[in-house]
């Protein structure tokens, strides 16, 4: 069995790998979006919304700005391609009342630690409308104004200068996330994503000159022409940068699914060993330069917030990613947003013409969602555990959900032991423990914990790998 270590904490099998790459979800929630219906509707989410004031928990808002100057082939994002600008107008419009119509049903007591604008490209809409935007937020929600929210924010370089983050910090953002994915010209070329290495390097530069407290780069790996010494190029110019937090996705080819990637060349893409060897190339490049790998593609300083927060078993993820807020309720504002406001989860219409047809009804754009029962809160609860902890101890969740582990899950406990065999977990009567080898697998240990994988036919998720 090939195997080589990476650190102390991860190892890259490519035995492994190859057994176990199939398709399964990201677990941003669970249960995932396949499972919202649209029986779940906006009267049911207002009294979600209504009920949890009595909770006191803080807030997390999410702002979806939909436009995108040009179209990025590879990309699967909910996005309106225009060069018009005047097209955001509208959009603000009701995307200030539809602020409003959420503000009312939240306690203004409760402040906002956790605010992030996506897309999209935000920094598409201009600086006046930026004021306004966090201006009409700021009156309906209780924003924090002592930097001590997590307040992100998506860059795209190609759209942002100097005099922008100058704004976006005046405007209280603290955290900055660009899209990279390839610096070579020859892969930009065949996504359409032309962005120069000078470009993205005077954003960075400009976001640590105002203060910012954290900056993430994302890049793409299986993008078409890329090779293990091109990606590599990129790789190390990126840590030579020395980003607080790097990301590293799959790029999920899925033609069939998303439009826009037609248009890229299938035969240019890395064959399925490559594309490995390109990943084993940037984990071993990272963790060499000392970043920790958090989970799910992403890394980060050892003195970043998210490498803490894992340490001290406090770590969380939702519809954001990872993140250090967990005791709060997510708001979703905007198209094609996705809530988690008590026991339920919640997405916005995603055209244009509904979402403004439904708020000037004077209604929320809620469409779908899904409550969780009480199955779904143990399985979610277990979920988070491992795909943040990579550790699962049966007596705190036996405690918290008044179940016995091992007669709860007698089929999912069979198929850990096979998982154990092979070496991704360690596991006793005690819990589970996810080892190096499996740790770049924690999708597959946490799909056997999904209840509605098991009874799905057609599964429309990008591989783990």
Partial sequence: MEQRC????????????????????RYTSYPTAVQFHEGFTDSEYRDMALAGNATGKPLSLYLHIPFCDTVCFYCACNKI?????????????????????????????RPVTQLHWGGGTPTFISPSEMR???????EHFHLLDDDSGEYSIEVDPRETDEHTIALLRELG?????????????????????????????????AARREGFKSISVDLIYGLPLQSVASFGRTTDD???????RVSVFNYAHLPDLFKTQRQIDSDALPPPAVKLDILKMTIERLTAAGYVYIGMD???????????????????????????????????????????????????????E????????DRLAVFRGVRLDADD????????????????????????HDIGFSDYFVVELAELADMASDGLLALDSTGIRVLPAGRLLIRNICMVFDRYLREQVNRRFSRVI
């Fill in 132 to 138: 306004d935007l966090m201006r009409v937020t700021g």
């Fill in 377 to 400: 809160r143990l399985r979610r609860a277990i979920i988070t555990e491992l795909i943040c902890h990579f550790a699962l101890n049966f007596a705190t969740i036996e405690s918290k």
């Fill in 81 to 109: 391609i225009t060069k018009n600008r005047r097209h955001a107008g509208p959009y603000l419009d009701h995307l200030h009342r539809e602020i409003a119509l959420q503000g009312a049903l939240f306690a203004q007591a």
């Fill in 298 to 352: 992403h890394f980060a300083k050892p003195d970043d917030e998210l490498t803490l927060a894992q340490r001290a078993g406090t770590l969380y993820r939702n519809f954001q990613g990872y993140s250090t807020h967990a005791d709060c309720d997510l708001i979703g504002l905007g198209t094609t947003s996705i809530g988690m406001v008590g026991d339920s989860y919640s997405q916005n219409l995603k055209g244009l």
């Fill in 173 to 205: 953002f603290n955290r900055l996330s660009l899209g990279v994915q390839d610096f070579e010209p020859i892969v930009q070329k065949a996504v359409n994503r032309l962005q120069s290495r000078e470009i993205t390097l005077n954003v960075m530069d």
């Fill in 354 to 361: 509904a979402y403004y047809e439904r708020i000037d009804q």
């Fill in 6 to 25: 990476m650190n102390a904490d991860l190892v890259f099998d490519s035995a492994l790998i190859g057994k176990y790459d199939k398709a399964g979800p």
């Fill in 238 to 244: 990126i840590i030579a940068q020395n980003p607080d």
